[in-house]
């Protein structure tokens, strides 16, 4: 795959603050990369300097294999979609997206059909005259998505464009978005703080925490191989636990040697290991090889969360079962629920 | 709820007594005349008619003119300091506007009043070009002099509405604009100051309305008896003492004001509900409300 974006070693300082401390990131054509992590993290910065509404403080942007530092927004072959969408409140729904299509001077007639067409794909057809101050927030949102995608950008960045929605609309446009993206085949890079619309959406998933990208992968490897405590603890529940790394595909916690699909580590050394609560089992006891006592239960909907603790620690569990408090319980892990990683501090 | 309403009475009295009543006594003065005895009025159109004399008209297009160039001035200058001063940063801003602000703390008289000190024929202005061996230039009892005084006077009033609107403006919007495709001179005439216009419509009315009635100005750096037609209303009423042609003349001046100001809201409404916007549209309609 051609590579459309290419940061590198990038850093951003305002004002004396390091925002962003040496990002290596690459962006190939086609994909739906999610920058993802708590505010402050450094991913609307890295946006914006691909945006070109930022310089970066040192390091290189490169587009399309030519380094593009100094060209202005107007200049490059992206769009954004904005945060608050930044709709032009004194032009109607046509004309805030013709807008990009006008200052090239496209021939009226294509423009028009262009429009019309972008209308469709965003379900928006027939609100050509309506007032931008008539629209819905999810109305307002498509009207952004299609003034962007009208002019056919390489790559088309998006900074938390759902953000201002509620949670059904959100997951409408999560899918909506998804196969646009998939319908016109353009560079997505979305910027968010929502793990389950970065894992629901993206094919690439870039976590940053402290200007540093912490984990680059799918949405599965993110998940099932977190590469730190902070990757583990930020994208769904865990339980992390210290170990020892004894060998290859062995792994040591709670005085009990579990077979894992982990391999590279040194052996004897200390480990962080992430138990994902949905997949630690329960057994009656004397059938599993850590022995404990639920001590709560809480219904959560679609599971119940249960507290176990043993002599060592506390596990949470999901499970759809019901287990009644001060049962004695028997836990138990398959080598795929065990995932391994380098203990915090040390990346 | 209901037994605060009774606290607007106090206010309503004032209303009134102060505006209400004196405007009444205006119009009851305008559309009589005196007839013998002081105690009896007659109503009459006379005083009207009386104005439509082309020495009277000339007065009144004369105060147009010059409000009309005023404004205009304190437009070309006062957007572009504005656009300045809200480019800065924030603490500088605030010291900007205080400087543009201050002047306006000093009673009008007093600045009008330095004026003419600088403009008259001994002032500074003269005095530095005879030094330099130039002639003495005949400055003040001009009509460039009052504009001048006007312009003054009246340019923080342009100054400020613009500002705010600048400031109010979202910042996105202008990324949005460079983000697809404008550079920053498009970006100016297509969102920035379409944008701004509000403020550039309220910085119109107040900088016009008082331009075309103002008559200390006009008495002190144009010196002339008639010069416009706020002094003109004024020597009815102080020094001629014909209070009914005085108070017609007003009423005059006040309906035009108010078609005047109705033009500037409905227009401003058009720029803010805008639906289409093809080039010349609003001032379409603005013509149209106008015929009628």
């Not at chain 1, 086609?30 to 910065?45: A, D, R, V, Y």
């Not at chain 1, 927004?73 to 769009?79: A, D, H, L, S, T």
């Not at chain 1, 990009?100 to 028009?112: E, F, H, Q, R, Y």
């Not at chain 2, 109705?262 to 013509?287: C, P, Q, S, W």
């Amino acid at each position: 795959m051609k590579k459309i974006f290419e940061l590198d070693n990038l850093s951003k300082e305002f004002d004396g603050q390091v925002v962003l401390k040496g990002i290596h990131l690459d962006v190939y054509e086609n994909e739906f990369m999610t920058l993802l992590g708590p505010s402050g993290c450094g991913k609307t910065t890295t946006l914006r300097i691909m945006a070109g509404f930022e310089e970066p403080s040192e390091g290189k942007v490169l587009f399309d294999g030519i380094d593009i530092a100094g060209v202005p927004p107007y200049k490059r072959e992206v769009n954004t979609v904005f945060q608050k969408y930044a709709l032009f409140p004194n032009m109607n729904v046509y004309d805030n997206i013709a807008f990009g299509l006008k200052i090239k001077k496209t021939a009226a007639p294509v423009i028009k059909e262009k429009v019309t067409r972008m209308l469709e794909l965003v379900n928006l057809a027939g609100y050509e005259e309506r007032n931008i101050r008539q629209l819905s927030g999810g109305q307002q949102q498509r009207v952004a998505i299609a003034r962007a995608l009208v002019n056919e950008p390489k790559v088309l960045l998006l900074d938390e464009p759902l953000g201002a929605l509620d949670l059904k609309l959100r997951k409408t446009m999560q899918i909506e978005l998804k196969s646009i993206q998939k319908e016109v085949g353009i560079t997505f890079v979305y910027v968010t703080h929502d793990q389950e619309e970065a894992l629901t959406m993206s094919d690439t998933i870039v976590v940053m925490n402290d200007g540093i990208i912490q984990q680059i992968g799918s949405p599965t490897d993110i998940y099932n191989e977190p590469e730190n405590r902070f990757v583990a603890q930020f994208i769904g529940e865990s339980n992390i636990i210290e170990g020892t790394f004894v060998k290859d595909f062995l792994v040591a916690f709670d005085n009990v040697e579990f077979e894992c699909v982990d391999k590279g580590f040194e052996d004897g050394q200390d480990v962080d290991i992430v138990l994902r609560p949905e997949d630690i089992k329960i057994l009656p006891s004397g059938e599993g090889r850590i022995s404990g006592v639920v001590t709560s239960i809480i219904f959560k909907g679609v599971h119940y969360e249960i507290i176990v603790k043993t002599d060592i620690r506390e596990y949470k569990i999901h499970t759809t079962a019901y287990y009644e408090p001060g049962l004695e319980v028997d836990l138990d892990l398959t080598p795929d629920d065990i995932h391994v990683m380098e203990p915090m501090g040390t990346y | 709820m209901k037994h605060y309403r009774k606290l607007i009475i106090p206010y309503v009295i004032f209303l009134f007594l102060l505006t209400v009543l004196p405007m009444l006594l205006i119009v009851l003065y305008a559309i009589t005349q005196e007839a013998g005895s002081v105690k009896t009025f007659e109503f009459t159109i006379s005083n009207f008619i009386q104005f439509f004399d082309p020495v009277f008209v000339k007065v009144l297009i004369k105060s147009f003119g010059l409000g009309l160039l005023t404004t205009l001035i304190c437009l070309l200058i006062g957007y572009p300091v504005a656009y300045a001063i809200a480019k800065c940063k924030e603490s500088t801003q605030t010291i900007l506007i205080l400087l543009i602000t201050i002047p306006t703390w000093i009673n009008l008289l007093m600045r009008t009043y330095a004026w003419v000190s600088i403009l008259s024929k001994n002032g500074l202005i003269n005095a530095a070009l005879l030094s330099m061996g130039f002639s003495r230039l005949d400055l003040l009892y001009t009509d460039g002099a009052v504009v001048l005084g006007m312009i003054y006077n009246f340019i923080p009033f342009m100054i400020l509405p613009i500002h705010t609107s600048l400031t109010n403006m979202d910042q996105s919007l202008i990324e949005a604009s460079y983000d697809l495709g404008a550079n920053p001179i498009q970006t100016f005439f297509k969102i920035t100051f379409k944008l701004s216009l509000s403020g550039v419509l309220t910085g119109i009315t107040m900088v016009f309305l008082p331009a075309i009635s103002e008559f200390v100005i006009p008495k002190m750096l144009g010196g002339g008896q008639y010069s416009l037609i706020g002094n003109f209303i004024e020597n009815q009423f102080i020094t001629v003492g014909n209070w009914h042609f005085g108070s017609a003349v007003s009423m005059i001046l006040a309906i035009i004001v108010i078609i005047f100001m109705a033009l500037i809201y409905h227009y401003e409404k058009i720029t803010n509900n805008e639906i289409d916007d093809e080039k010349g549209e609003g001032v379409m309609r603005f013509v149209k409300v106008k015929k009628n």
